[in-house]
């Protein structure tokens, strides 16, 4: 059966500080080279072999990436970046601590900021400009999102470039970010609305699928 694995990139800076990142670029910490190189390391253990590596266009993930494929020595494997694998953007609210946005606006509120599938956080004023999406349209650039809304751009990723390769028997690694991810868990486990507000995707620790020939999943494990 082919794989597909997904993990989430190893600590950044903004998680150390429980802050809200989004499109930030927030770096890995020495702690998330860490978790990166213990996730890489239990890949390792696998013996899968991948024909692509997805990533986002934030270095949290692009390093985690490097990292993974250092220690399962398959440095020569292609990394696809793209925009749609980044975080969900967290619009105002990021570079805001957790903890801080909860006694301002209440514990209810913040969650369904952070874990609801439709709730928008509030809007920054307007775009960002950056270099690295020059090459895109200015429509891409979001000035908030829900989940349902980053969901939008990952699965049509997911159509196009994941699973035609996955039908073809070529295992796949996705590193990305923990609402990327759960955007796509829900997708491929059929998950509802309401209950993927109780999905986590912790940092570093591959989610290894095995699915059959039509990308249905026979077995889920968590290398810990």
């Known amino acids: 059966m082919v794989k597909l694995v997904l993990l989430r990139h190893g600590q950044s800076l903004a998680n150390q500080k429980n802050e809200y990142t989004g499109w930030t670029d927030?770096?890995?910490?020495?702690?998330?080279?860490?978790?990166?190189?213990?996730?890489?390391?239990?890949?390792?253990?696998?013996?899968i072999q991948f024909k692509a590596l997805h990533t986002s266009l934030l270095s949290r993930a692009?390093?985690?990436?490097?990292?993974?494929?250092?220690?399962?020595?398959?440095n020569w494997v292609p990394i696809k970046k793209t925009w749609r694998l980044n975080e969900r953007h967290y619009?105002?609210?990021?570079?805001l601590n957790?903890?801080?946005?909860?006694?301002?606006?209440?514990?209810?509120?913040v969650a369904l900021w952070r874990r609801s599938f439709a709730t928008v956080?509030?809007?920054?004023?307007?775009?960002?400009?950056?270099?690295?999406?020059?090459?895109?349209?200015?429509t891409i650039l979001p000035r908030a999102e829900s989940l349902k809304m980053a969901s939008e751009r990952i699965i049509p990723y997911w159509l196009d470039e994941i699973a035609p390769a996955l039908?073809?028997?070529?295992?796949?690694?996705?590193?990305?970010?923990?609402?990327?991810?759960r955007a796509l868990i829900?997708?491929?486990?059929?998950?509802?609305?309401?209950?993927?507000?109780?999905?986590?995707?912790?940092?570093?620790?591959?989610?290894?699928?095995?699915?059959?020939?039509?990308?249905?999943?026979?077995?889920?494990?968590?290398?810990?």
């Open 62 to 74: 692009i390093e985690t990436s490097y990292i993974v494929l250092e220690q399962i020595n398959q």
């Open 98 to 109: 957790k903890d801080k946005t909860r006694e301002i606006y209440g514990k209810r509120q």
């Open 167 to 181: 039908l073809h028997d070529k295992n796949q690694l996705m590193v990305a970010h923990g609402s990327t991810l």
């Open 91 to 95: 619009g105002a609210l990021r570079g």
């Open 26 to 47: 927030s770096p890995l910490t020495e702690q998330g080279r860490q978790e990166a190189r213990h996730a890489g390391q239990l890949l390792a253990t696998t013996g």
């Open 186 to 224: 829900k997708y491929l486990e059929n998950i509802d609305d309401r209950s993927i507000d109780g999905v986590e995707v912790e940092n570093a620790v591959p989610i290894v699928y095995e699915l059959d020939n039509k990308l249905r999943i026979k077995q889920k494990t968590s290398l810990k």
């Open 121 to 138: 956080p509030p809007l920054l004023p307007q775009v960002d400009q950056e270099r690295r999406y020059q090459t895109w349209p200015e």
